[in-house]
């Protein structure tokens, strides 16, 4: 499936099957690690580890190939292989590339054995903060959020957001999450999981708009379908928290210190506040900035950056690329003027862009030139959105891209694997078979019907007739 762009076939096979013994640093002597390789190895092949200090992942003689600048090298001889790197991180990614490169091929007496081709490769991506974005919803099943994470680490992503749509049992507002919510004891393996296979958890709540936890479409309210008396935290339709409380800027810090505490170490924090729709005057913008400043400073000192949703903050130029259409939600261009010269530039400025097929994306150079660390966000709705996106933030140098699901993940998880690729590669393409594969062989169901591909059946039985 991985393509890598300066990889040299040298000739020759490196072939092994069962028992293999592998030197690597403690962060590979995880079950998980282990679990991995024998996913990928087809169930013909088991790790075993000797611990060393030294940041390689060694197997038989193979030397390491000096990095030369490089996020990672890979070499495989007839004789072993050898994955190097200059951080844990790198050296996961690395181990990745690798387990995706063994072929399963048949032995002499019958069996399965694996086979690596024998070659050089050097990699570096050309996106260096890769994130999806992963919505748990009341409908969503535990095992689905581990298989999405377990996904995303093979595809080699940096970061995984993860968004609780009243999914979690919040200890600051019970409320916050649904009767059927997720409990802390329950998550902790599942998200502990992750970060052993290398992903930095990006804990993420909507601390401005969306605030019924639910989507809107439904008419559904996490916190007043259970409890009416709290209508006051909220805007009169309920859609936004008032902000200007400093009761909800209290909760909002409690929520941000349990989601933290819940998700692990990292540098970031998600705070949403996308189709908030409540700038009018500039009183509202003035609030709005203050909020956002100090939630900014607030994460700050916790050693983490706040990552906010971007379309509040832009407007719809006439002179932007007409076969694009560009999500803009201030309502006037003195909005966006005012808005960009106000805000912190410790936020990083997620622009979610759905519908612009052609690159330039536009509206991130808006972000840009004013000073601001941008991400572009595509969804999973057409791979040419995902290629502009990508092809954007390659050519400008962007701070990363953000890979959102929504609701759509169960029908098209192939486009995350899509957006992933084309962060290390030059061409973006669906590829549903080579997904599908990389899928099996990290999160191996066991004959679960439910559980296999990404969808839990093949005939949506409410929309079939």
């Not at 292989?81 to 181990?95: I, Q, R, Y």
């Not at 916790?302 to 201030?330: E, K, P």
Request: with cysteine.
């Amino acid at each position: 499936m991985f393509h890598p762009k300066n990889m040299t076939l040298t000739g020759g096979s490196f072939v092994f099957a069962g028992e293999v013994t592998a030197k690597a640093p403690a962060c590979f002597d995880k079950d998980i690690i282990r679990e991995f390789w024998h996913g990928f190895a087809f169930h013909s092949s088991t790790l075993r580890l000797q611990r060393r200090e030294e940041l390689r992942f060694i197997i038989g003689d193979a030397a390491p190939l000096p990095l030369d600048g490089n996020a990672f090298s890979i070499r495989v001889t007839e004789t072993g292989m050898c994955v190097a790197a200059e951080n844990e991180k790198d050296l996961l990614c690395g181990f990745m590339t690798l387990l995706d490169r063994m072929e399963a091929v048949d032995a002499a007496d019958g069996s399965t054995a694996l086979s690596v081709p024998c070659c050089r490769i050097l990699e570096t991506p050309d996106v260096k903060n890769r994130m999806a974005h992963f919505c748990v919803f009341p409908e969503t099943k535990l095992w689905q959020l581990r298989l999405f994470l377990r996904f995303c680490a093979a595809l080699r992503y940096t970061h995984v957001v993860v968004e609780f749509w009243g999914m979690y049992k919040f200890e600051c507002m019970p409320e916050l999450g649904w009767p059927q919510a997720f409990t802390k004891e329950q998550l902790q393996p599942v998200l502990q999981e992750a970060r052993e296979l290398g992903l930095e958890l990006v804990p993420m709540f909507n601390h401005w708009g969306h605030a019924s936890g639910s989507r809107g479409v439904h008419g559904k309210h996490t916190v007043l379908d259970q409890n009416p008396a709290l209508a006051t935290w909220f805007t009169m339709d309920g859609w936004c928290w008032d902000i200007r409380k400093p009761k909800v800027r209290a909760l909002m810090r409690a929520v941000r210190r349990e989601l933290c505490e819940l998700c692990g170490p990292g540098s970031y924090f998600h705070i949403g506040c996308d189709e908030a729709y409540d700038l009018e005057t500039e009183e509202d913008m003035s609030a709005v900035c203050e909020y956002l400043n100090g939630i900014a400073d607030d994460l700050e000192m916790q050693g983490r950056r706040a990552i906010v949703w971007g379309d509040m903050f832009l407007y719809r130029h006439a002179h932007y690329d007409a076969r694009n259409i560009y999500t803009a939600n201030a309502p006037t261009a003195h909005t966006e003027e005012y808005m960009l010269a106000r805000l912190s530039r410790k936020l990083i400025i997620a622009d979610w862009q759905y519908d612009a097929g052609h690159a330039p994306v536009e509206t991130a150079a808006v972000f840009t030139r004013a000073g601001f660390d941008c991400m572009l966000c595509p969804w999973d709705r057409a791979i040419e959105q995902t290629r502009a996106c990508l092809t954007t933030v390659k050519q400008d140098g962007l701070f990363g891209l953000i890979h959102t699901t929504w609701h759509t993940l169960s029908s098209r998880m192939v486009y995350v694997a899509a957006a992933a690729t084309g962060c290390f590669e030059d061409e973006t393409a669906l590829q549903p078979f080579a997904a599908a594969a990389t899928l099996r062989k990290s999160h191996f169901v066991n004959g679960d019907y439910e559980k296999a591909g990404w969808a839990t059946e093949q005939i949506n039985v409410a929309t079939f007739f």
